[in-house]
């Protein structure tokens, strides 16, 4: 069944996730969705300092909004905070260090912010793909934390920040790569059989839109949205998948385009009409699952899921 999953994939990849699949979607986008002014709204976008991220605070601070950058590296955060500043003339732009791998930092953060800042849209966009099983200072498999838990804590922390305000959404840039994968529950740190980095990365992916679904029916006052942005030429796409790098180069997207669904579900009016809790590409919904693949959890396993992230969460909370 991966095998079947993984081709069709491919297929509907090069048909939809590439360059020429972004310029088909965008005829029939409406260009004034982003004619808005965001005076006054505050925007929080995780892995900012490059890639889909920057790109996102980027096109943020060009409409007026206040950025929260959150970033592992100063030095990389502080030069990208540098140009999105000249950019968009726009000083509302701000630097927090956080490794979003590090349970207890995330935690941390969140509470310290919450009590500080006022908050309207949260973008989880931060993400690892580490190819060989790596596990964090609190022993925790690298992926998981980062991408799964880390997302989880930040959000589950901000929510009550966010429904004190007019219009708050939650955007998490997830992958098309989860449409490979089926949750499963009973190895979330990938500890079982041969590691596989691109694999753990889809299965956190899948992951993120589970979780997407969950939040929105359990917090009608936010809007919850999942996206994939697209096979985009990002840093993270060159370091840590070179040969697809290699191979697609010409057909991949430019971060902007890869960002463009990201800003749009921030800041439309049109994202906000969407119901909530459903998967983005191109500014469109679509399916969470391939034709046939198999691919759907039960009730139960999505149960399961959210209780191991929430004891993880709890064992720490500062």
């Known amino acids: 069944m991966s095998f079947y999953r993984n081709t069709v994939w491919l297929v509907k990849g090069l048909q939809e996730y590439t360059k020429s699949g972004y310029e088909a979607a965008a005829k029939h986008f409406v260009p004034a969705d982003l004619d808005v002014n965001l005076n006054g709204r505050s925007f929080m976008v995780t892995g900012a300092n490059s890639g889909i991220g920057k790109a996102a605070a980027q096109e943020i601070a060009k409409r007026g909004g206040t950025v ?4 592992r590296n100063k030095g990389r955060a502080e030069a990208a905070k540098g140009e999105i500043v000249e950019s968009s ?7 927090h260090i956080v490794d979003m791998s590090s349970a207890r930092q995330v935690w941390e953060f969140a509470q310290s912010f919450s009590q500080n800042n006022t908050l309207h849209v949260l973008i989880n966009n931060a993400g690892c793909m580490v190819n060989q099983r790596e596990l964090t200072e609190e022993g925790l498999e690298k992926n998981f934390a980062t991408n799964t838990l880390g997302t989880y804590i930040l959000t589950t922390a901000l929510i009550p920040a966010l429904k004190k305000v007019e219009d708050p959404r939650v955007i998490t840039v997830s992958s098309g790569g989860m449409l490979t994968q089926k949750l499963d529950v ?3 740190q990938f ?5 596989d980095g691109t694999m753990a990365y889809a299965q956190n992916k899948r992951q ?20 994939h942005p697209g096979w985009a ?10 040969s697809f790098h290699a191979r697609m180069k010409s057909k991949l997207r430019t971060e902007a385009m890869g960002a463009d669904t990201v800003v749009w579900l921030a800041v439309s ?24 693949a198999s691919s759907r959890s039960t009730p139960q396993e ?5 209780a191991a992230l929430d004891e993880f969460a709890q064992k720490f909370k500062p």
């Open 191 to 195: 500890e079982k059989g041969t590691f």
């Open 208 to 227: 993120q839109v589970i979780l997407t679904e969950r939040w929105a029916a359990q917090n009608k006052e936010i809007h919850f949205s999942s996206m």
């Open 302 to 306: 999505e149960e399961k899921l959210l």
């Open 233 to 242: 030429d990002t840093p993270a796409v060159q370091t840590s998948m070179p």
């Open 269 to 292: 009016a049109a994202a906000a009409k969407q119901p909530s809790g459903l998967f983005f590409q191109d500014r469109k919904g679509v399916a969470t699952h391939l034709p046939l």
């Open 89 to 95: 003339k726009n000083e509302n732009v701000h630097v």
């Open 68 to 71: 929260h950058m959150v970033c």
């Open 186 to 188: 009973d190895d979330l």
